[in-house]
């Protein structure tokens, strides 16, 4: 159980594209989900909580214009890279946690999104 | 904020022996540390979790330790195995902000 799956797994695209990357809890709801940002052989950077109905809190340095979120479903967050530049490169994670049951369940990771601006 | 740092960014070990890994953290309101392991292109995945009010917990060859007085805790693998090879990741949060503080991760390398 607690599947979360990411979409799509690579992007190669122009500079000036905007792409959206898709995460979606398979087997549980989720009214909070989490979108990460890491560079080769770093850790993950908490980019922003993405929370279903309402507006998502961005961290400091993030650019909300720029990483566009929407959490319209309990199963679904979307992360868009509006005019996207070769800098936005990297690999984009999504997690999710699944709130039913009992409490203090843990965070799933999607499988990642290569984003390769050329 | 909450700051994790991890020890060591490598680790190479011999099929069977065992890999300790250790992080410490700053916040003391934090009371929740998970451990994930990312394999190459992949998303990190939940090997082992502990709460503040537990000091150890075990799964099969895997088990992490709590020091709350130090803010430390580590990730012993025992009888290692090639396909533990993988980066390792601690993370640290407060649970109801939900948000993980990554440490900087662990490449361990297991030669058969």
């Known amino acids: 159980g607690a599947v979360v799956s990411q979409h799509p797994s690579r992007v190669i695209c122009k500079s000036g594209t905007s792409v959206k990357i898709e995460c979606r809890s398979l087997?549980?709801?989720?009214?909070?989900m989490f979108w990460y940002r890491q560079f080769p052989k770093q850790s993950l950077m908490l980019m922003a909580t993405?929370?279903?109905?309402?507006?998502?809190?961005?961290e400091q340095g993030v650019e909300k214009d720029k990483f566009l979120i929407n959490h319209a479903s309990l199963t679904l967050s979307t992360l868009t890279v509006t005019s996207a530049h070769p800098e936005d490169s990297s690999f984009y994670i999504c997690?999710?946690?699944?709130?039913?049951?009992?409490?203090?369940?843990?965070?799933?990771f999607g499988d990642g999104t290569r984003l390769s601006i050329l | 904020g909450e700051n994790v740092e991890q020890h060591p960014s490598t680790l190479s070990v011999q099929e069977g022996d065992s890999a300790v890994i250790k992080c410490t953290y700053s916040?003391?309101?934090?009371?929740?540390f998970p451990w994930y392991k990312q394999e190459l292109g992949k998303g990190p995945q939940l090997i082992i979790d502990?709460?503040?009010?537990?000091g150890e917990k075990k799964d099969q060859r895997i088990a992490v330790t709590l020091n709350k007085t130090a803010k430390h805790f580590s990730l012993h693998i025992t009888e290692t195995q090639p396909e533990d090879s993988a980066v390792y990741f601690c993370?640290?949060?407060?649970?109801?902000?939900?948000?993980?503080?990554f440490g900087t991760g662990t490449r361990l390398q297991v030669f058969p």
């Open positions: 997690s999710a946690r699944d709130e039913a049951g009992y409490s203090n369940q843990p965070q799933h």
């Open positions: 087997d549980f709801q989720a009214t909070t």
């Open positions: 993405s929370n279903e109905g309402s507006k998502a809190t961005y």
């Open positions: 916040d003391s309101a934090s009371n929740y």
């Open positions: 502990i709460r503040s009010n537990v």
């Open positions: 993370a640290a949060s407060i649970w109801n902000t939900d948000k993980l503080i």
